[in-house]
């Protein structure tokens, strides 16, 4: 199974971007999948998870202005980012996991993405 991020670019600060994730190979459609994010010189941060019953779970530095979906028809789960902010700027990853609850640690999550680079300028 792999999974396939994109949606990144350059946006200014106070706008939004939606990052799609699509997996292929198998359906996921059980598995937890999130989001976490990279930014130059810093360790990856969790940014949201989403169970396969629709429960969702945010990082702090995100509640509010981040929201994660998924289309389990379509094998994809969704990150929909407004009011961004230039310390939102990172790679951002999704991953997936068979666990059942919402971890927030990356090393639940044995399914990675390749990443997408959002950059929030100011």
């Known amino acids: 199974v792999q999974l396939q991020a994109s949606g990144g670019g350059l946006v200014q600060a106070g706008g939004s971007l939606r990052l799609p994730c699509a997996a292929s190979g198998r359906t996921l459609s059980s598995y937890g999948m999130a989001w976490f994010r990279q930014a130059p010189g810093k360790v990856r941060e969790f940014v949201a998870v989403?169970?396969?019953?629709?429960?969702?779970y945010y990082g702090d530095s995100v509640k509010g202005r981040f929201t994660i979906s998924r289309d389990s028809a379509k094998d994809t789960v969704y990150l929909q980012m407004n009011t961004l902010k230039p310390e939102d700027t990172a790679v951002y990853y999704c991953a997936a996991t068979p666990a059942t609850l919402l971890p927030r640690a990356a090393n639940s999550y044995n399914i990675w993405g390749q990443g997408t680079l959002v950059t929030v300028s100011s």
């Open positions: 989403v169970t396969w019953s629709s429960s969702t």
